[in-house]
């Protein structure tokens, strides 16, 4: 994910564009850059590093004279974070600038015919493909342009576009990306997000997918995918900024709750192509498989849990024994490990010091090693011999809701690839692929399906403990569910499998104690039963999650939590998305400080 903004007006464009930035620099912090127009010409100003190296670098924008230009904050996907990859990218005669916010999922196809004709690239972005499009369409009409290039792009973006030929001018596209264009007076902006616009104006234009924007100084022009004027309303923002920065929801980590669709589609959809699982970052074969006898997966907090999800489908579909282990214990357990052993790491931040350690460890007895991350250039991410980044994009509420998810996307991925270069399974196998790419719509489902939410923790808020049970995979997701409760709303909360209630648990149980149940697995669905059967009759207020429609529990359950009906293999992801909001909603009735709870941090990278 990352930002982006434009101005144009009356006056200096370059301190505009720097505090619009850095009102945007949640989205994205590791290059930044400006392009302003300047007597006929596009100067652009590029680092790498955080919007403040960029500051310095043309002294608060000052250095930079020019009243038209675009600026980008970036969280990089597509190639390192470098000057080079930073943007605005050129095109090859220098007169138009691109900023992109997105993912364009057929680049490399596109990037290759534009190699053909004779266009040359300075970065390895996606994104830079389509400043040369816009090149290779322009006959004088911007419009015209970039309905053509866009035309040709498959994926996300929110692009903003300047051109010689037009000075004081600047487009603005959107599809599936956010993107608001500001309304002033004499001057007009865009961004990705209303808190780089408030300080100049609260008048905004919220673009649709596949809408168009000219803007210049004294007007703002609305087109539709053919070219047709489209009459906007324009809407006035009644927030203060600090809500602004989180899109209007009161918290990030509710807002981050809400991108999940999003995040998991960022993830999942660069990796399907032509109806099939691919993995284009990842280099082993079928070969290196094939010696592999035991896969580890090591981690910390939720991405511990994210491999216990993952754990039950890379052993279904692979037949590899897979473990989790803890990195803190790993580190210090003299482990197992050898040229035979796949160990899969999962950090969020990639700076996480047990899961270092244990990495390295691992590494000095041979293992091979693959890590799932989400910052580009972490110190996971170049320790190991393979990379897979989530691009769930900066999160910025410390409990993680779209780090995890986005995780768990990953290890289904690799799980059905691995499986395909196995043989177990093809690559293209229709119903698998197909459930994979509907992942982001049964999550905006859960989150529909479940506007009680809110209620249930004004019942549940006040208690003294919450158990989350479940078998199988519901257990994996309850160990989730419960940590999340007990990071924001500080509630005593635990997981256990449903099926050692009668070993110890079950004393535990007295009257009103909630019980959080889920069943979502078809297959025990019937054990599961009768484990909120044993606590019902001890007493306890049991609070289901399971599938709609799915009459056998309406008769045992206090409470119901519903997910869409979905291919059971990969129904996890989608579960802890409704036990994300009642931690949410449980935290927010007992006063909690959400987005910072107390003794955590977004990165721990000491022991």
């Given at each position: 994910?990352?930002?982006?903004?434009?101005?144009t007006g009356s006056r200096q464009a370059a301190p505009i564009l720097l505090e619009g930035l850095k009102k945007l620099e949640y989205r994205g912090y590791?290059?930044?850059?400006?392009?302003?127009?300047?007597?006929?010409?596009?100067?652009?100003?590029?680092?790498?590093?955080?919007?403040?190296?960029?500051?310095?670098?043309?002294?608060?924008?000052?250095?930079?004279?020019?009243?038209?230009?675009?600026?980008?904050?970036?969280?990089?996907?597509?190639?390192?974070?470098?000057?080079?990859?930073?943007?605005?990218?050129?095109?090859?005669?220098?007169?138009?600038?691109?900023?992109?916010?997105?993912?364009?999922?057929?680049?490399?196809?596109?990037?290759?015919?534009?190699?053909?004709?004779?266009?040359?690239?300075?970065?390895?972005?996606?994104?830079?493909?389509?400043?040369?499009?816009?090149?290779?369409?322009?006959?004088?009409?911007?419009?015209?342009?970039?309905?053509?290039?866009?035309?040709?792009?498959?994926?996300?973006?929110?692009?903003?576009?300047?051109?010689?030929?037009?000075?004081?001018?600047?487009?603005?596209?959107?599809?599936?990306?956010?993107?608001?264009?500001?309304?002033?007076?004499?001057?007009?902006?865009?961004?990705?997000?209303?808190?780089?616009?408030?300080?100049?104006?609260?008048?905004?234009?919220?673009?649709?997918?596949?809408?168009?924007?000219?803007?210049?100084?004294?007007?703002?022009?609305?087109?539709?995918?053919?070219?047709?004027?489209?009459?906007?309303?324009?809407?006035?923002?009644?927030?203060?900024?600090?809500?602004?920065?989180?899109?209007?929801?009161?918290?990030?980590?509710?807002?981050?709750?809400?991108?999940?669709?999003?995040?998991?589609?960022?993830?999942?959809?660069?990796?399907?192509?032509?109806?099939?699982?691919?993995?284009?970052?990842?280099?082993?074969?079928?070969?290196?498989?094939?010696?592999?006898?035991?896969?580890?997966?090591?981690?910390?907090?939720?991405?511990?849990?994210?491999?216990?999800?993952?754990?039950?489908?890379?052993?279904?579909?692979?037949?590899?024994?897979?473990?989790?282990?803890?990195?803190?214990?790993?580190?210090?357990?003299?482990?197992?490990?050898?040229?035979?052993?796949?160990?899969?790491?999962?950090?969020?931040?990639?700076?996480?010091?047990?899961?270092?350690?244990?990495?390295?460890?691992?590494?000095?007895?041979?293992?091979?090693?693959?890590?799932?991350?989400?910052?580009?250039?972490?110190?996971?991410?170049?320790?190991?011999?393979?990379?897979?980044?989530?691009?769930?994009?900066?999160?910025?509420?410390?409990?993680t809701t779209k780090g995890y998810t986005t995780q768990v996307a990953l290890l289904y991925l690799l799980s059905v690839h691995f499986a395909s270069l196995?043989?177990?399974?093809?690559?293209?196998?229709?119903?698998?692929?197909?459930?994979?790419?509907?992942?982001?719509?049964?999550?905006?489902?859960?989150?529909?399906?479940?506007?009680?939410?809110?209620?249930?923790?004004?019942?549940?808020?006040?208690?003294?403990?919450?158990?989350?049970?479940?078998?199988?995979?519901?257990?994996?997701?309850?160990?989730?569910?419960?940590?999340?409760?007990?990071?924001?709303?500080?509630?005593?909360?635990?997981?256990?499998?449903?099926?050692?209630?009668?070993?110890?648990?079950?004393?535990?149980?007295?009257?009103?104690?909630?019980?959080?149940?889920?069943?979502?697995?078809?297959?025990?669905?019937?054990?599961?039963?009768?484990?909120?059967?044993?606590?019902?009759?001890?007493?306890?207020?049991?609070?289901?999650?399971?599938?709609?429609?799915?009459?056998?529990?309406?008769?045992?359950?206090?409470?119901?939590?519903?997910?869409?009906?979905?291919?059971?293999?990969?129904?996890?992801?989608?579960?802890?998305?409704?036990?994300?909001?009642?931690?949410?909603?449980?935290?927010?009735?007992?006063?909690?400080?959400?987005?910072?709870?107390?003794?955590?941090?977004?990165?721990?990278?000491?022991?």
């Amino acid at each position: 994910m990352c930002g982006i903004v434009g101005f144009t007006g009356s006056r200096q464009a370059a301190p505009i564009l720097l505090e619009g930035l850095k009102k945007l620099e949640y989205r994205g912090y590791d290059s930044a850059g400006i392009a302003v127009m300047e007597d006929g010409a596009i100067c652009v100003q590029k680092v790498s590093g955080r919007i403040a190296n960029l500051c310095e670098k043309t002294r608060d924008g000052e250095a930079v004279p020019g009243m038209t230009g675009i600026g980008h904050t970036r969280w990089a996907t597509h190639g390192a974070p470098t000057e080079e990859n930073a943007h605005p990218h050129l095109s090859n005669d220098g007169r138009f600038a691109v900023v992109h916010n997105g993912i364009i999922e057929n680049y490399l196809t596109l990037r290759e015919e534009l190699i053909a004709d004779g266009y040359h690239f300075d970065s390895e972005t996606d994104t830079e493909v389509i400043v040369h499009l816009i090149e290779m369409y322009y006959r004088g009409n911007m419009c015209e342009a970039l309905i053509k290039a866009t035309n040709r792009l498959r994926g996300s973006y929110a692009l903003g576009v300047i051109c010689t030929e037009e000075p004081e001018k600047i487009y603005a596209v959107r599809e599936a990306s956010p993107l608001i264009i500001g309304v002033g007076i004499d001057e007009n902006f865009f961004a990705s997000d209303v808190t780089a616009l408030v300080n100049h104006t609260r008048n905004v234009i919220y673009l649709e997918d596949g809408e168009f924007a000219e803007l210049a100084g004294d007007s703002v022009r609305i087109f539709d995918c053919l070219g047709k004027t489209v009459e906007k309303k324009v809407s006035r923002i009644m927030w203060d900024v600090q809500a602004a920065e989180k899109g209007g929801y009161e918290h990030f980590m509710l807002k981050e709750i809400m991108e999940q669709p999003g995040a998991v589609r960022a993830a999942i959809a660069p990796r399907i192509r032509d109806g099939a699982v691919v993995f284009d970052e990842l280099h082993m074969t079928k070969e290196d498989l094939q010696k592999i006898r035991k896969i580890v997966i090591t981690a910390c907090g939720s991405a511990y849990y994210a491999g216990c999800s993952g754990k039950y489908v890379l052993e279904r579909l692979c037949r590899i024994p897979v473990e989790v282990e803890l990195a803190s214990e790993l580190r210090y357990n003299d482990p197992l490990i050898d040229d035979q052993t796949l160990l899969i790491v999962i950090s969020q931040s990639g700076e996480t010091a047990d899961t270092i350690a244990a990495m390295r460890e691992c590494k000095a007895r041979g293992a091979r090693t693959l890590a799932i991350v989400n910052v580009v250039g972490s110190t996971v991410a170049n320790l190991a011999d393979e990379t897979a980044y989530t691009w769930a994009g900066p999160e910025i509420a410390v409990a993680t809701t779209k780090g995890y998810t986005t995780q768990v996307a990953l290890l289904y991925l690799l799980s059905v690839h691995f499986a395909s270069l196995l043989g177990y399974i093809r690559a293209d196998d229709p119903k698998t692929v197909k459930a994979l790419q509907e992942l982001p719509r049964r999550i905006q489902q859960a989150i529909d399906l479940n506007p009680s939410i809110p209620d249930l923790a004004k019942k549940y808020h006040a208690s003294k403990a919450l158990f989350f049970i479940g078998r199988n995979t519901d257990y994996a997701v309850a160990l989730e569910g419960a940590l999340k409760m007990k990071e924001i709303s500080y509630l005593h909360s635990e997981a256990y499998a449903a099926g050692e209630l009668k070993h110890g648990t079950i004393a535990l149980i007295e009257e009103h104690q909630p019980v959080i149940a889920l069943c979502c697995n078809p297959a025990i669905m019937e054990k599961t039963l009768s484990n909120i059967v044993e606590v019902k009759s001890r007493g306890a207020e049991v609070l289901a999650l399971t599938f709609r429609n799915n009459q056998k529990i309406l008769s045992v359950a206090d409470d119901l939590l519903f997910i869409p009906d979905l291919d059971p293999l990969f129904s996890p992801l989608v579960e802890i998305v409704p036990l994300q909001l009642l931690a949410y909603y449980v935290a927010k009735e007992n006063g909690c400080d959400i987005d910072k709870p107390k003794n955590l941090a977004k990165s721990v990278t000491v022991e």
